[in-house]
């Protein structure tokens, strides 16, 4: 499989205006800024959201979005493979702030949560160290829960996806709510 056209985000900033942005992260670190004018289809919803997309794409490039760059070039292959060329942000959101350019940060929407990649940290951290001190103080078969999350940490590294994440995903406060989706696409239609 090919890998996606990457934009730096130097000609990002120069083009963006012409650009439809779909950042593919969860809603809740969608809000905790996004690139400016960037639509929210969360990973797990682009599939459903792949008409509004393909038309999208027809009247312009497309460039998806997401924390590093990871989750998008995922987007990307999954949109090549229902006929939708579109390119990835390299570096994602972290990229792009690095660079200096401001993130959108909407006031009053919904509480910004931790990024994926930092709740996927504090969740392993957590349960290797829980697995750790009950082996320690229970029973030694206990440490077999901290061997299981290494073991699903090197096959993350391994495959470039994340089970945590899409666990963590389906989290309440990471969910997308329908009515926000159905904004987002009528949205998209109207681009």
Do not use: Y
């Not at 690139?35 to 459903?48: F, T, Y």
């Not at 206990?142 to 061997?147: C, D, I, R, Y």
């Amino acid at each position: 499989m090919t890998t996606p056209t990457a934009l730096g985000t130097d000609e990002t900033r120069i083009r963006l205006h012409e650009l439809t942005v779909i950042d593919v992260r969860t809603p809740g670190e969608f809000a905790g800024g996004h690139l400016p004018g960037a639509l929210n289809i969360p990973l797990d919803r682009l599939e459903s959201a792949l008409p509004e997309i393909r038309a999208a794409a027809g009247r312009g490039e497309v460039l998806v979005v997401c924390a590093s760059g990871a989750r998008s070039e995922n987007a990307c292959r999954t949109l090549a493979e229902h006929g939708v060329a579109a390119a990835t942000l390299a570096g994602g959101t972290g990229a792009w702030a690095a660079g200096g350019h401001d993130l959108h940060r909407p006031g009053g929407g919904p509480r910004a949560s931790w990024a994926m990649e930092r709740q996927v940290r504090l969740t392993a951290g957590s349960v290797v160290l829980l697995g750790l001190l009950l082996g320690l103080l229970v029973h030694p078969a206990f440490q077999l829960l901290s061997a299981g999350i290494a073991a699903g940490l090197v096959l993350s590294a391994v495959t470039d996806t994340c089970g945590m994440a899409v666990v963590l995903g389906k989290l309440p406060h990471n969910r997308p709510r329908p009515a926000d989706l159905e904004a987002t696409l009528a949205a998209l239609r109207g681009r």
